[in-house]
């Protein structure tokens, strides 16, 4: 009598742990994909700008002793997004936008070479703006409402940043990109959301 009933037994808790095996591995393998599923997925913009704000093109001054150098250069921080909108237009616009915003964030220490305000840039006088760029300057409005006062604090952070160095620190290729480091840490600082993802510079002179 006492080895059936052992056996039962041993049954019955072999059947448990199967059971509890088996709804832990369906249910996490479950939790698992609707993660991945609602995982957000950063909008690609093929080598384009995204999201960004441009800063105010301004002049600093550097440390150092003797003759005062200045640097004029202005900033474009760009954010990484996952919204539909964004998502759209990427697929549909920004490749047809070679003259709009998305193509004027080009590194440049040439004289001149300044890309125009996020809110500044248009059609030409007297022409209707395409339906690509009227969608572009919706969202960059949207966006630029969503950060927010963040512009000022970015403003004040990158004038902290700059102003403690030196021509010398940011002569090279390799000074800017350090620079460049340097803000985008300071900026992932101040604003947590939306992330961060790269900072140029359209305009860098010094004198």
């Known amino acids: 009598m006492k080895r059936p009933i052992l ?9 448990v742990a199967v059971a509890f095996a088996v709804f832990v591995f369906v249910l996490g393998g479950n939790k698992t994909a609707a993660q991945a599923a609602a995982a957000p997925t950063p909008v690609a ?7 960004h704000i441009t800063l105010q093109d301004r002049v600093f001054n550097l440390q150092g002793t003797g003759t005062p150098v200045y ?5 474009v921080i760009e954010f990484e997004t996952s919204e539909a909108a964004w998502g759209k237009f990427a697929k549909t616009c920004a490749a047809v936008l070679p003259a709009g915003r998305l193509s004027q964030a080009l ?3 040439k ?6 305000d996020d809110r500044a840039v248009g059609p030409a006088e007297g022409a209707a703006a395409s339906p690509c760029a009227t969608e572009e300057a919706k969202l960059l409005e949207d ?10 604090l970015m403003e004040d952070a990158i004038t902290t940043i700059i102003s403690r160095h030196t021509a010398t620190d940011i002569a ?15 900026v992932e600082k101040l604003i947590k959301e939306p992330k961060v993802t790269r900072v140029l ?3 860098f002179i010094t004198q």
């Open 172 to 186: 090279s290729p390799q000074g800017k990109e350090a620079l460049k480091a340097e803000i985008k840490e300071a």
């Open 111 to 116: 004289p001149g070479a300044v890309a125009a």
């Open 107 to 109: 590194v440049s220490s």
């Open 201 to 203: 510079f359209t305009n």
């Open 143 to 152: 966006f630029a409402q969503h950060i927010g006062t963040g512009r000022q």
């Open 45 to 51: 913009f093929g080598g384009k700008l995204g999201p």
């Open 71 to 75: 640097l004029k250069v202005q900033t």
């Open 7 to 15: 056996l039962a037994v041993a049954g019955v808790v072999v059947g």
